[in-house]
């Protein structure tokens, strides 16, 4: 072998050498940029979750417990002595503890300036909302239901200046969580871009050592930038097909690698951020981005849709006696039971605590939406067995008809009335929305006080 041709080989050796060297390093780069950022874009999503999705879950708890004491302070003065009232007395003394619990524990939490202020706010306005409630109370007690009901209703200012402050605080809470997901993805489409640049620069380094090396790396490159230019339009399905022992090989290897762990990141990082971590189905900020694509598309087919709001009766009495882990599984098994028993193209959701949603995309023929409500109340009161103990889940289910309405919140509105009617008058749990109009001829007194509820809110 000639003195050239052997001085040739070794020049070729080591621009090859050079080319896998420099390759592995800038995939190496590359790779562990992403990574980082995939590991700091995890931990601001856990911080998330530590604080507004936790903040968010008590103050649904706090809405929920003051929405259960209105209902308790008209059935204590619509009540007779004896019993029930002195259960609907338990029920005010219940929630206001609940109502202190949750504010203690949203106190514990690093709340934003904005967040604390609006809860400091919610602390000052109970103290005056309790009062006008206690004195009611008060003249209800003492047989005089007529000034009792006269205070109610003057202190009614007061409780919709206390729902709606509440209200206010879960609608920017559920905004923070909307907006930390959507700071996430803009975090995420960064760490995408970054990366791609840092790999087309690898694959231009490629590219031009491998015209000087030798062609037989050309198709392995032209393959590495069909697969990148898929990374650069956010599909990372694609995977090098190079299967040989050398620096080549060893480098599609890498890249696939590279490629697994962040397809993999990614997916879990969307999951989290788009479903409920125990029940697996949509969480809050989920349902309300499909919901708005469900309502749109019924709105253009000029059909029907529907909303039901669910809530477990009695969870809080299922965690005092038999433990956190056993509601955890009940809440689980109430998930699975939604899933089972909606349509593909229905939607399911864990809004927080135990209120669940569920939207109806159109009906089968034959069957409205009080059919499906009926159905689903069946079967989430079949018996739960955990361990050695036997659980009877019962459930209010509030439904609300769309009808092309003009926003999501009147439609979520409608139906979170017709849970807490569900909870108040229904019989069977279940309660569709009604409107103002008076109460028919012939109504017992059952009916006409729930149209009187209906009227007030």
């Known amino acids: 072998m000639s003195r050239e041709r052997r001085a ?6 080591r621009k090859i050498v050079l080319l896998s060297l420099t390759i592995g390093a800038i995939f190496a780069v590359v790779g562990g940029i992403g990574l980082a950022q995939s590991q700091r874009l995890a931990e ?25 004491q209105h209902s ?14 002195d259960s609907y007395s338990e029920a005010i003394a219940q929630t206001d503890t609940t109502i202190n619990s949750e504010l203690a524990a949203l106190n514990q939490l690093e709340l934003t300036p904005s967040q604390r202020n609006q809860v400091q706010s919610l602390e000052a306005l109970l103290p005056a909302w309790r009062a006008s409630r206690d004195s009611a109370l008060e003249a209800s007690a003492q047989g005089d239901r007529a000034r009792a009901s006269h205070v109610l209703v003057r202190s009614q200012a007061l409780g919709e200046a206390l729902q709606t402050r509440v209200d206010d605080i879960v609608a920017d809470l559920d905004e923070a969580v909307a907006s930390g997901t959507r700071a996430a993805q803009v975090s995420s489409q960064r760490t995408t871009r970054l990366m791609l640049v840092g790999l087309l620069g690898a694959t231009a380094a490629a590219v031009t050592l491998s015209i000087l090396v030798a062609r037989s790396i050309a198709r392995p490159l032209r393959e590495a930038v069909r697969v990148l230019h898929g990374v650069g339009d956010g599909d990372l399905s694609r995977r090098l097909t190079v299967d040989t022992r050398d620096e080549v090989g060893e480098m599609a290897r890498s890249l696939n690698k590279t ?8 997916s879990t990082m969307h999951h989290r951020a788009t479903h409920d971590s125990l029940t697996e189905l949509a969480n809050r900020a989920s349902f309300r981005t499909q919901a708005d694509e469900v309502l749109s598309r019924a709105a253009a087919r000029g059909s029907d849709a529907a909303l039901l709001l669910i809530d477990l009766n009695g969870f809080k009495a299922v965690n005092d006696v038999y433990g956190h882990a056993a509601g955890d599984a009940l809440l689980v098994e109430l998930g699975r039971r939604l899933r089972d028993n909606i349509r593909p193209t229905d939607l399911a959701a864990r809004l927080g605590g135990d209120e669940f949603a569920v939207l109806l995309d159109g009906f089968v023929e034959g069957e409205d939406a009080h059919a499906v409500a009926a159905r689903l109340q069946q079967a989430i009161q079949a018996p739960v067995t955990l361990d050695d103990v036997q659980l009877l889940p019962r459930a209010s289910i509030g439904v609300a008809q769309w009808h092309d309405r003009a926003s999501i919140e009147q439609f979520l509105h409608e139906a979170d009335l017709a849970m807490y009617a569900a909870k108040a008058f229904s019989r069977t749990g279940v309660e569709v929305g009604m409107s103002a109009a008076g109460s028919p001829a012939g109504a017992t007194a059952h009916d006409r006080t729930r149209q009187r509820w209906w009227r007030a809110n």
């Open 8 to 13: 040739l080989r070794l020049s070729m050796a």
């Open 72 to 85: 308790a302070v008209l059935s204590h003065i619509l009540s007779d002595p004896g019993f029930y009232r």
């Open 44 to 68: 601001q999503l856990d911080k998330q979750y530590n604080t507004d999705v936790v903040a968010l879950g008590h103050m649904t708890e706090i809405s929920q417990a003051l929405a259960g």
């Open 259 to 266: 490629l697994d762990v962040l397809q993999d990141s990614f």
